[in-house]
């Protein structure tokens, strides 16, 4: 009996191992093709230091240059969101994505004052 039920739980590890290499071979291959999430995806550092710590500059995560206008923030900023929404996005896994984005947005915003 207990050699049926350690069968039957090395099935189930298997198996999902397959199932979660196959939801993260989808993630990343959704990420490799969107030139925008690709750019973003390369622009992020990895570790748990804040955005400012990590040297990572608010314009390059949306994908601008600093001398743009701010519809052209606030345009890139919506185009953004609406590609990396959970509800929206159409893979998962990129909450962290759309997080990294509303920071760097919201910094911007601090240095044009807009609030």
Do not use: C
């Amino acid at each position: 009996m207990e050699d049926q039920v350690r069968k039957a739980q090395k099935k189930m590890t298997e198996a999902t191992t397959e199932i979660m290499s196959e939801w993260m071979n989808q993630v990343l291959r959704g990420i490799s093709t969107d030139p925008v999430l690709g750019e973003l995806w390369s622009a992020m550092k990895m570790g748990n230091q804040s955005s400012r710590n990590a040297g990572i500059d608010s314009y390059q995560v949306l994908g601008l240059d600093r001398a743009v206008t701010d519809d052209q923030v606030k345009k890139r900023y919506r185009e953004l969101i609406v590609k990396l929404h959970p509800d929206t996005a159409g893979i998962k896994g990129t909450e962290f994505l759309f997080q990294l984005v509303t920071a760097a947005y919201q910094q911007i915003s601090k240095e044009r004052g807009w609030r």
